[in-house]
């Protein structure tokens, strides 16, 4: 998308001040670019293309040649029939365990991360700096320090095992970033529209719904798909603190592909590993223009 | 309520201090019922503070305020029965231009036909009618400014707090906002704090302003007791433009006349007051002010009064502003600016009679720079 701006806008200048356009620069530019695009598709077509083929034509030899006989087979086998560890149910309850665990998960610490950059910008209070340090403190600690402490945790709390577990183990790790993100951009919104409704006689949430919340459109997406990508993909927490019935997608699809019994179904382990991805990509696709604004939004002044 | 005091809005030796510096010094204002202070002062000088603690903004480390009587000190800002227009007007972005103003309303519960009533009274005020429906993106400055008035005044407060509110606008726009501000003040008839630090305004607006530096009053006076009778040399420079001509010269007694003397020149001063006479027996050195307005071409029989006195100066530089041409000149230490008028066509390099009405000379102490009269 910004290739092809960047592109009419450049070829526009080139075309008013030179009146031509294809100097051996910009060939070998576009050669570069179209040469890293296929680099990173290729994996993408290689899986899709996969996915729709027989077993048999994969085993044939050639990976990158198009299906001769196309297959939904392995799509339907990977969603509802594959053998995933003991039992032959395919992906699609893990994938409903992965809905459940992020829809909460992303909506809590987007809301949170949200309230807390309003109360650190703009409701500061003694040692506020410090508050805000240990919430960043927190991105910075490897996941893999904390897992034991946080079984504990969740024992003691009887959430072992649930996807409520997991949704507070999500949490409590994005709340960080989300802090992060919304304090910045609070930081930028100007202080004198909050006493203005303060003014008004706004309290604390009114001026937040009324106020901020209406004018963070930008960061809400960018907090949104930061959470739902980390969240979605991660496979550490889900392997660790996982349940039978809270088993999340990735560590299904690990499952599914790593099952050591029968011959490996190349076509079906590709099928699942698209669908594991779709969800992120749709988000992508759906808000991803907002996600680079967003971003922006802190840094520039907003 | 109104207890013995005929004040209004009473600032009663109130003190502020950020992390031990003091930001104001027991500053006491007070402003009759109606009235316009305007808090004037260079920037940092804590006009704006002292006004965020009149809105409640920031507590006050010591002191109090009070309106009609009653102590507003230790209220919520929404509770102090006040009204605020910010610098940056602060509009809620994404709400209309009605939504605006009436979210004030909303927020108490005023019901929905009331707060529509109310909204067009306000808006036929300010001639805002047609821009009701408009987000505050989609107007200009000076409407933005409106609107953030129509907010204000919507509550019909006891008292309007203005904070710098024209500093946004372009230098046309600005002086008309001026006159509607004051037109608008004249027909409310409601008191109203102002903070600028443009000494035009100040004089155009106020009944009352209040000097500041450094977070303590200078001085608090009507207008014309600011620029006509400056409490020491900080007011005197700050208030007026050009600046006032400011030298330190010597008093002394000459053949009965009382007379000033600075570098080679010296100027007689026909009625001088008894503490000038006392000044010049002991304590001779002395700062002499005098505006420029007060010193003339000789030619100019318009402007020579009797009680003047004339000095022989060459034309350094000569600044035409139309009505009138303001004229710099230089002799050694002697550097005053003069206003003359523009028929007599000043040149640079000339040598001028310059008149000075020492009748409106202001002198101040040479160690602490408070008014000697």
């Known amino acids: ?302 | 309520m109104n207890k013995t005091s005929q004040h209004f809005l009473e600032i009663d030796s109130l003190s502020k201090q950020f992390a031990g510096v003091d930001a104001l010094k027991d500053v006491s204002i007070d402003v009759e019922e109606g009235g316009f202070l305007v808090l004037i002062g260079p920037s940092g000088c804590g006009k704006s503070t002292l006004l965020n603690m009149l809105a409640g903004f920031e507590p006050a480390t010591s002191g109090d305020i009070r309106i009609a009587g009653r102590s507003i000190a230790d209220l919520h800002p929404s509770k102090r029965d006040i009204a605020m227009v910010f610098q940056s007007y602060a509009l809620y972005p994404n709400m209309t231009v009605a939504g605006n103003i009436g979210f004030g309303m909303e927020t108490r519960g005023v019901p929905k036909a009331e707060r529509l009533r109310k909204i067009d009274e306000v808006a036929a005020i300010l001639q805002i009618e047609p821009l009701l429906k408009r987000k505050p993106a989609q107007l200009s400055g000076g409407q933005r400014q409106r609107v953030a008035m129509g907010r204000a005044l919507v509550r019909d407060p006891q008292a309007f707090l203005f904070d710098e509110p024209l500093s946004n606008l372009d230098a046309r726009l600005r002086v008309d906002m001026r006159a509607e501000i004051k037109k608008l003040h004249a027909r409310l008839g409601t008191t109203i704090v102002y903070v600028t630090h443009d000494q035009i305004e100040a004089m155009t607006l106020a009944t009352k302003i209040a000097v500041l530096k450094h977070g303590e009053v200078q001085q608090v006076g009507t207008p014309d007791d600011i620029y006509h009778r400056p409490a020491n040399t900080f007011v005197a420079d700050f208030m007026g433009s050009p600046a006032m001509n400011r030298v330190t010269g010597h008093l002394q007694q000459s053949d009965g006349t009382l007379k000033l003397s600075f570098g080679d020149y010296s100027l007689d001063l026909h009625e001088p007051s008894a503490a000038l006479q006392e000044r010049a027996r002991t304590q001779p050195i002395i700062d002499f002010g005098i505006r420029a307005e007060n010193v003339n071409d000789s030619r100019d029989d318009a402007m020579t009064s009797t009680g003047s006195s004339t000095l022989p100066l060459t034309i350094e530089l000569v600044e035409p502003t139309g009505s009138d041409t303001f004229i710099g000149t230089r002799d050694g230490d002697a550097h005053f600016t003069a206003r003359v008028a523009n028929y007599l066509h000043p040149r640079p390099g000339e040598r001028i009679n310059l008149n000075f009405d020492m009748s409106k000379a202001h002198f101040f102490d040479t160690e602490s720079g408070v008014r000697v009269e």
């Not at chain 1, 459940?100 to 700096?129: C, E, H, Q």
């Not at chain 1, 349940?243 to 299904?252: I, K």
């Open chain 1, 1 to 302: 998308m910004s290739e092809s701006t960047s592109d009419t806008m450049s070829g526009a200048i080139q075309h008013s001040s030179q009146g031509k356009r294809m100097t051996p620069a910009r060939i070998l530019l576009y050669a570069v670019l179209v040469l890293f695009a296929i680099y990173y598709l290729l994996p993408l077509y290689v899986m899709l293309v996969n996915s729709f083929k027989p077993l048999e034509e994969i085993r044939g030899g050639d990976m990158l040649a198009l299906p001769q006989t196309w297959t939904l087979a392995p799509w339907q086998s990977a969603w509802s029939t594959a053998q995933i560890g003991v039992q032959a149910t395919g992906l699609k309850p893990y994938f409903m365990n992965s809905i459940a665990m992020v829809i909460p998960a992303v909506l809590l610490s987007t809301i949170l991360g949200a309230l807390n950059g309003y109360v650190l910008t703009k409701w500061r209070f003694r040692g506020d700096g410090i508050v805000f340090g240990l919430l960043l403190l927190s991105c910075f600690i490897p996941f893999q320090i904390v897992l034991i402490p946080m079984a504990r945790m969740l024992g003691i709390l009887g959430l072992a095992g649930t996807t409520s577990g997991l949704v507070l183990v999500h949490l409590v790790y994005g709340l960080g970033f989300t802090t992060l993100f919304f304090r910045n951009y609070y930081a930028a919104f100007p202080t004198e529209l909050v006493r203005a409704a303060q003014i008004d006689g706004a309290g604390f949430f009114r001026i937040f719904g009324r106020i901020l919340l209406p004018s963070s459109g930008p960061i809400i997406v960018v907090s949104v798909i930061w959470q739902f990508t980390n969240i979605w993909n991660d496979f550490l927490f889900g392997a660790s603190f996982a349940d039978v019935d809270s088993v999340p997608m990735t560590v299904a699809l690990n499952n599914l592909v790593s099952s050591s019994t029968g011959v490996k179904e190349y076509n079906v382990h590709f099928a699942g590993a698209v669908l594991a991805a779709l969800p992120t990509l749709v988000v992508y696709i759906v808000s991803g223009r907002y996600f680079v604004r967003g971003l922006m939004a802190g840094a520039v002044k907003g």
